[in-house]
């Protein structure tokens, strides 16, 4: 409610707005202090905490290294040496090709990952602690050691200090002040420790769910359920075997050294906290109320009720000005309220437009009508008599259009990007009309689109027009992409059919030549001359069959049931059978598991190989062979005939780029080592485990 103001001399401190709005503010304050007093507690606490880990971390970092150094050369050292007597840290050591197969049923499997750890790290490899099958601990060791890799077994069953692991351990592990140290394998597994009662045990049995230790290379951890038996335990990563070595100490030694100012340090903050509290605590009980009619009359404002404030705060201080400043304000927002209205009617329009065009323009990938589209819909807004897009005749030449006479009134569509503050370009006509142009950007070159007004709007159409002009460079782009797609969509299609009757008719009718010359030189061998005419009528045969498959798009695999070994033998033989050469063939692991799409190209890459070493070498060996393992599989095809110039190599011949294409759409290379008189090698690599590209 108003009340009347009482004069400046008889009011009471209280009545201003600043002293209210202090009184206001004391509760919060205090709180804000006091909170920074215990936050100021709590930090101390845990920055005594945080360094403490990070000592215990810098610890076993600094012990990690030279114990991974030293156990590396004495585990090489006794594997390097074949004496039998005891105490003998293996029960057995190898350096043969296929070591697990001496070893306990249940370490072999093992044996081999710790190998093959080993021989992509070039370091110590440790496996975890394995029961064998007598039910004994034991750990694999593998060490690189030049080009072998020495692996042995170890026994860790024993818990005593005769066991020759821990003797080992104890020599080449130092003692640490307050501390023991333990080495965990990557199963959490305690496989020595200075304290013989945590060996054998899992460091993450403490009954804490979610155990850290293993979720970070290194660190340190406070660990233990109560106080009084808790342990700081620091942990680092034993070179790269996977395993942790662990320094432990008890909590309470840890913390001797510290003797932060703990609780006492809450005594001058609460000080702190409660003077300035005390303070602003004298201050402020009405601003609120008072500011309540006001409040209420911002309310109307913000739902549209412009009328003045029917009871204006008189209160000689802020929230008069304030007041006075909201009626100023109410009066300007109803003079401009109306003329927002028809803006927001025009823009609602122009939106509508915008969407009208972009949907029938995204609907389709003709560019006649998407010009014709734009040319209809624009001049739907109030303020547009007519438009069109006049595009470069480079661009017009891509998207097939005929180049069509401009309008009268059309002007030159802008020939250069314009600039951040005049991305519209206007021009009087000499009918009195204003022609417009904007930018529209496709191929890299510049169109424009033009319209036609009665007046100079350019200022209010511009975000219109960019917008709409946007859309239409996006649609003739999409256009365009359309139409090189579908060019090139028919390059590959004949790419592909040109690569499949070279690799089939073509080398049917090499297989055919050769048997025909053949045939000449076995005139006086019936039998001889026989056989070489039945092989020339039988690839006759299969060439005029491929062609067909090939035409018809109906093309059968190339391996035709057969595994890729099975395939490639097939073809070597009936080069050998052909006399030019002796032609052999050899595999190296399981080639069973090929895909049949890698299996397919390797073959075509092999005949293609075979029949350019038979046709323009004259080797009088060829050896083809084949190496498949785990990740990729290798082709190689060798002779020992002419040979080809390396310049040469990547020029010549369409064979040499459909074998180089074949392997390239597999995700593998092809490489060709040859010098003149010194035959050829044709390798062929392909990954096993990407996609490939093969489409």
């Known amino acids: 409610m108003h009340q009347p103001s009482p004069t400046r001399s008889g009011r009471r401190w209280t009545r201003s707005l ?31 905490l945080e360094t403490l880990l990070q000592a215990e971390t810098d610890r076993a970092l600094a012990l990690a290294d030279p114990i991974d150094r030293a156990l590396t050369d004495t585990l090489r050292a006794n594997l390097r040496s074949a004496s039998p007597t005891p105490p003998n840290l293996f029960l057995h050591r190898s350096t043969d090709a296929s070591p697990t197969q001496q070893l306990d049923e249940a370490l072999r499997a093992p044996a081999t990952a710790t190998i093959q750890q080993a021989r992509s790290t070039d370091a110590l490899a440790l496996s975890n602690v394995i029961q064998t099958s007598n039910g004994q601990s034991a750990i694999v060791a593998a060490i690189p050691d030049g080009t072998v890799i020495r692996i042995g077994v170890i026994r860790v ?7 020759p692991w821990r003797s080992l351990l104890q020599d080449l592990i130092p003692t640490a002040p307050n501390a023991t140290l333990g080495l965990v394998d990557a199963a959490a597994y305690v496989a020595y420790h200075q304290d013989l009662d945590q060996t054998g045990r899992s460091v993450t049995s403490s009954g804490q769910p979610g155990d850290p230790l293993f979720q970070t290379a290194s660190g340190a951890l406070l660990r233990g359920p109560m106080v009084g038996t808790q342990r700081i335990t620091g942990f680092a990563p034993l070179g790269a075997t996977g395993w942790r070595l662990i320094v432990e100490r008890p909590w309470t030694a840890a913390v001797e050294a510290f003797s932060g100012p703990g609780p006492l340090v809450l005594i001058p903050l609460l000080g702190a906290a409660l003077l300035p509290a005390a303070l602003i605590g004298l201050t402020a009980v009405r601003a609120t109320r008072r500011l309540r009619d006001l409040a209420l009359a911002a309310r109307r404002i913000a739902a549209g009720d412009f009328r003045p404030i029917p009871t204006p ?6 929230i008069e000005d304030l007041t006075t400043q909201f009626e100023s304000m109410a009066r300007q927002l109803q003079s401009l309220y109306g003329s927002l209205e028809q803006r ?16 029938s323009i995204t609907q389709t990938l003709d560019a006649h009508e998407i010009l014709r589209v734009s040319a209809a819909d624009l001049p739907r807004h109030p303020r547009i008599q007519a438009a069109c897009v006049r595009l470069a005749p480079t661009q017009t030449e891509q998207l097939g259009l005929a180049a069509s006479p401009p309008p009268d009134w059309a002007v030159d569509a802008p020939t250069e990007h314009p600039e951040a503050n005049c991305p519209i370009t206007s021009r009087l006509t000499p009918t009195g009309e204003w022609v417009h142009a904007l930018p529209i950007t496709m191929a890299g070159q510049q169109g424009g689109l033009l319209v036609r007004t009665a007046a100079d709007d350019s200022a209010e159409l511009s975000n219109f027009l960019l917008t709409v002009a946007a859309q239409i460079g996006i649609a003739l782009e999409n256009a365009l992409l359309y139409r090189q797609g579908q060019a090139r969509a028919a390059l590959d299609e004949r790419m592909r059919l040109a690569r499949d009757i070279h690799d089939t008719v073509a080398q049917s009718l090499t297989g055919v030549i050769v048997h025909l010359e053949a045939l000449e030189h076995a005139a006086g061998d019936a039998l001889a001359a026989a056989d070489h005419r039945t092989r020339a009528l039988d690839l006759a045969r299969v060439g005029l069959r491929e062609a067909r498959l090939s035409v018809q798009g109906l093309r059968a695999s190339a391996l035709d049931g057969q595994d890729l070994s099975n395939a490639l033998a097939a073809v070597v033989a009936r080069a050998d059978a052909s006399g030019q050469a002796a032609a052999r063939f050899s595999l190296q692991g399981d080639a069973a598991g090929v895909p049949a799409p890698i299996a397919n190209e390797l073959l075509r890459i092999g005949e293609e190989a075979l029949a350019n070493a038979l046709r323009h070498a004259s080797p009088h060996h060829v050896l083809t062979s084949l190496q498949v393992n785990h990740d990729a599989v290798r082709l190689v095809i060798e002779d020992d005939g002419a040979g080809i110039d390396p310049a040469d190599s990547n020029e010549s011949g369409y064979g040499l780029l459909g074998m180089r294409e074949r392997a390239t759409r597999l995700g593998g290379t092809l490489s060709i080592e040859s010098q003149p008189g010194e035959g050829t090698r044709v390798q062929a690599h392909i990954p096993l485990q990407p996609a490939s590209n093969d489409r």
């Open 18 to 48: 600043a002293g209210q709005i202090a009184i206001l503010a004391a509760v919060p304050t205090a709180a804000v202090l006091l909170a920074v007093a215990v936050l100021t507690l709590f930090l101390n606490q845990h920055s005594r």
């Open 157 to 163: 069953s024993s818990g005593t200090t005769e066991s």
């Open 344 to 359: 927001v009617a025009d823009r609602t329009r122009e939106l509508e437009i915008v969407v009208r065009v972009a949907r």
């Open 313 to 318: 705060v008189r209160t000689g201080d802020e």
